[in-house]
């Protein structure tokens, strides 16, 4: 081949490479999108899409279209790691999830050490706040979720005793939870019974309930994923109409209304956004996400999106050498569904807690 025709394929590849796509900013999200508590995961991945989709229709950044790589951890610390693991292996710049404090206690060390970013729309054990490390944090702690309900339920509702069921699979979260909530009901002059349970198909929840029941409360508090959360729910009111029933945030998504059904009518929940709403951001991301999967984003939808808009924003806005950590750090607020927020010095967000009760199938916003 002479020279002329080797400066004419070259020209031929230059021209086809410049017309071509740019290489896309890849992002991971991983979660559980099977198993029992699958509902929060799927809400998840669904709000990182639509955040996504949204970038990429405005240009992408910096000309560059975004890529989203999903992986289910399966609830599993073992198909956790891996799963993190392909999303390394698949040079995205930094993950969404994980979804609850579980995966997080087997993903965050992994993370550590290869100095990758998490950034979760869900995790909300207390362990987690105050440490200086790759995982930033959209939620507020268990704490202040926990605090409000002990306050409110000890004061409104006229509770005294609180049973509470929290589930040993996702330890991390529910413990820190019940730790929360016991320390603030019991100062208030309230007393707690916990009783555990490990999350499964074939549990005996009658059992459970009968236990429950027979140590005479004035409410059960429910620390569960939405599941299980709806079965106790049914079994409870099979024996116990008057019993007040509460639960975690965990539980607060669409999925508990259409297992529970007229069982949850009345129960008691926690938020970290307002359903009733009516920032333009919210209602426009509402309308999208109802659109394309035909229900509520939930708070896990709607935090993912957060999370991911606060990832994007951090990519477009760092410069130079700057890590996407400290992007993360410094290049805030970013935008918010509802409002827009900042990472503190730990990687750490706070939203303000809400109290619901379902009516009429809806969760509706009581403080």
């Not at 790759?134 to 979720?145: G, K, Q």
């Amino acid at each position: 081949m002479n020279v002329r025709a080797v400066m004419l394929l070259l020209a031929a590849a230059f021209t086809l490479g410049a017309c071509g796509e740019r290489e896309p900013v890849r992002i991971g999200f991983l979660g559980g999108l099977t198993g029992r508590a699958a509902d929060l995961g799927e809400s998840g991945r669904n709000g990182v899409q639509i955040a996504v989709d949204e970038i990429n229709a405005a240009g992408g950044i910096h000309g560059r279209p975004v890529e989203l790589i999903v992986r289910d951890d399966g609830q599993d610390a073992t198909t956790a790691i891996a799963a993190a693991n392909e999303l390394i292996a698949g040079r995205v710049q930094g993950i969404v999830g994980p979804m609850t404090s579980a995966m997080a206690d087997v993903v965050v060390p992994m993370a550590d050490r290869e100095g990758f970013v998490l950034v979760s729309p869900s995790v909300t054990a207390r362990k987690f706040f105050a440490i200086d490390d790759h995982l930033f944090l959209v939620m507020s702690s268990t704490r202040e979720e926990a605090l409000l309900s002990a306050e409110y339920h000890y004061r409104e509702s006229g509770v005294r005793h609180v049973v509470v069921f929290h589930d040993t699979t996702n330890r991390s979260y529910t413990e820190s939870f019940l730790a929360e909530f016991s320390g603030a009901f019991q100062q208030l002059g309230g007393a707690v019974t916990p009783l555990a349970f490990a999350s499964a198909p074939d549990m005996d929840i009658g059992k459970l309930v009968r236990a429950a029941l027979a140590k005479r409360p004035d409410a059960v508090l429910l620390i569960a994923n939405s599941v299980d959360a709806a079965r106790f729910a049914q079994k409870i009111r099979e024996v116990n109409l008057a019993v007040v029933l509460f639960a975690a945030q965990w539980a607060t998504t669409d999925r508990l209304v259409e297992l529970g059904g007229k069982a949850v009518e009345g129960m008691f929940l926690h938020n970290y956004f307002g359903r009733d709403s009516t920032s333009p951001d919210l209602t426009r991301l509402r309308t999208a996400y109802i659109q394309r999967f035909r229900r509520e984003p939930g708070f896990a939808g709607v935090a993912a999106y957060d999370a991911t808009r606060a990832l994007l924003g951090a990519l477009a806005r760092r410069n130079g050498n700057e890590t996407l950590r400290q992007a993360l750090l410094t290049k805030g607020p970013f935008p918010g569904a509802e409002a827009p927020f900042s990472f503190d010095r730990f990687g750490d967000s706070s939203r303000v807690p809400r109290i619901t009760v379902v009516r009429d199938g809806q969760f509706v916003t009581v403080r």
